[in-house]
């Protein structure tokens, strides 16, 4: 299709304005402005297609009381909020996106100005930075808690991107750790270390009031996870057969959330695991996809205080003999 010159997008956007805002048929909308009607569904069509016209639909979240008190006695959590599956819903995406949208209510009922808050990666984090809509500026800290992704990670949710994103929303400032997530040899790991810009970095995230992240369970083949472009299927299976469930902030945890004894696990580039377990306030928002085992680790471990997740999870969750 041509590009558009402004006078044609502006007689466009006033199509869009008249059926979509003052409610007029596109039959009206044809005799005043003395178009065919076939003229003004094209512009409509074309408002959508050019983003002239951006629909938004706000649907309440449905939470169950029931299943975060019972969570929160279960496994000893500070708070759990629990995203209703309405309808049975089977698409990955949509509870995703619920999650993400919870997390970020949460967020912006819980950040106040001063706080720090450090942020992992992944699908969850970025639903959740997306629609973050704080009730006033919060003018907090955001912090970059792991090393960046793979060239050929999806940008929009890499960590540094989300990083930047979450504090210009809360109209805050953004702290980044530029280095990659994990270094094989010991030897360069150490000396990245010592560089002064990333070493300030890492004495900051060691004491942030807060820990926002997802949780991955190792089994899953969904191509563009933390781990991709790092390992391969040859490593997945042997961390599999050492009893890998899942990561968290790219830590690799056992059944119990314990830090797997693998080499895999000391050569990442990000809080450290001591650290993190000594954050005041873990936040989780994972689901979706089967993440039981490693969300179920995590609690074990005790690493999360605060979990936000599905209510079909949660339902999983909680039918499982043993607690934490």
Request: hydrophobic residues 40%.
């Amino acid at each position: 299709m041509r590009q558009l010159d402004e006078g044609e997008l502006a007689v466009i956007a006033e199509v869009a304005r008249m059926y979509y805002i003052e409610g007029m048929s596109q039959l009206e909308i044809a005799n005043i402005l003395f178009f065919s009607k076939a003229k003004v569904s094209r512009a409509l069509r074309i408002a959508r297609e050019e983003h002239i016209v951006e629909f938004q639909i706000n649907y309440p979240l449905k939470r169950s009381i029931k299943l975060e008190t019972e969570l929160k006695r279960r496994f000893r959590l500070k708070e759990a909020l629990v995203v209703t599956d309405l309808y049975e819903n089977q698409n990955t995406d949509i509870s995703i996106k619920r999650i993400g949208e919870m997390a970020a209510n949460y967020l912006d009922e819980t950040l106040k100005d001063g706080d720090s808050v450090g942020i992992a990666w992944g699908r969850t984090m970025y639903q959740t930075v997306r629609q973050l809509k704080p009730s006033s500026p919060g003018r907090i800290q955001v912090l970059q808690l792991m090393g960046n992704s793979m060239d050929d990670y999806q940008m929009d949710i890499d960590v540094t991107t989300l990083t930047e994103r979450m504090a210009q929303t809360f109209q805050g400032t953004a702290t980044r750790l530029y280095a990659p997530m994990y270094v094989n040899s010991d030897i360069v790991r150490k000396e990245l270390l010592k560089e002064p810009l990333i070493r300030r970095t890492m004495e900051k995230i060691r004491t942030v009031d807060y820990a926002l992240t997802g949780i991955a369970d190792v089994s899953l083949e969904y191509p563009k996870n933390t781990w991709a472009g790092y390992l391969t299927e040859r490593k997945k299976r042997e961390l599999k057969h050492k009893g890998a469930v899942g990561y968290l902030c790219g830590y690799f945890l056992d059944k119990d959330g314990n830090k797997l004894s693998d080499p895999i696990n000391d050569k990442i580039v990000g809080i450290s695991f001591e650290d993190l377990k000594n954050v005041p306030h873990v936040i989780a928002a994972a689901g979706g996809l089967d993440k039981t085992n490693a969300i179920r680790a995590a609690l074990k471990g005790n690493l999360i205080d605060c979990l936000i997740t599905d209510s079909r999870i949660a339902e999983k969750l909680l039918a499982m003999r043993d607690g934490c």
